[in-house]
């Protein structure tokens, strides 16, 4: 084939003149029938490499929602742990507290009542015997006043109990 069809300088033809020159005894419509039949099937590719790509990207996303879902659930775990153990330190912080409290109004309680026994005034008397005490009281000193004492002392209480009430505040004096 002559270089006629516009070459450009005696080398090898292009693509575009390839195609025309083997397009040329093709009929236009049959050639436009191929271009379509060719535009459709990039149209396909493209809206398949599309479908790919649209899936491969989906499910990267899938993958860091869930890795997201899994640094969210993390943190929310450490900091859940860490407001429990900041809760934790201040219940035992005001149990500490409670527990000094207690133990000063304890403190507080027995220096007054130290203090009381302290003040309290040498003649009055810090207990009074209850009835059966006194009762009891009387019939030891009763049982040891028959005993016979060495030397001959005996020391006699009165034999009944109203008059033994006299009696005992002479005991208290000489004791």
Excluded: Y
């Excluded at 029938?33 to 535009?39: H, I, P, Y």
């Excluded at 490499?49 to 996303?61: M, N, R, T, Y």
């Excluded at 640094?71 to 035992?92: F, G, P, Y």
């Excluded at 003040?119 to 008397?125: D, F, M, T, V, Y």
């Amino acid at each position: 084939m002559p270089s006629s069809m516009g070459g450009g300088g005696g080398g090898s033809p292009s693509p575009v003149e390839l195609r025309g020159a083997l397009a040329a005894p093709v009929d236009p419509a049959l050639r436009e029938q191929q271009l379509r039949q060719e535009l459709l099937v990039l149209k396909q590719q493209q809206q398949l490499q599309k479908q790919l790509l649209f899936a491969e990207f989906q499910k990267q996303h899938d993958h860091l929602t869930r890795q997201h879902e899994v640094q969210l659930q993390k943190h929310l775990k450490q900091q859940q742990e860490m407001l429990a153990a900041k809760r934790q330190q201040e219940l035992e912080q005001q149990r500490q507290r409670e527990q000094q409290r207690q133990e000063e109004l304890e403190k507080q309680r027995l220096e007054q009542q130290l203090l009381i026994l302290r003040n309290k005034e040498k003649s009055k008397e810090s207990a009074i015997a209850s009835t059966e005490v006194k009762l009891r009281l009387q019939e030891f000193l009763l049982s040891k006043s028959k005993e016979p004492t060495p030397g001959g002392l005996n020391h006699s209480l009165p034999q009944h109990p109203k008059c033994w009430g006299a009696h005992h505040a002479s005991l208290d004096q000489s004791s």
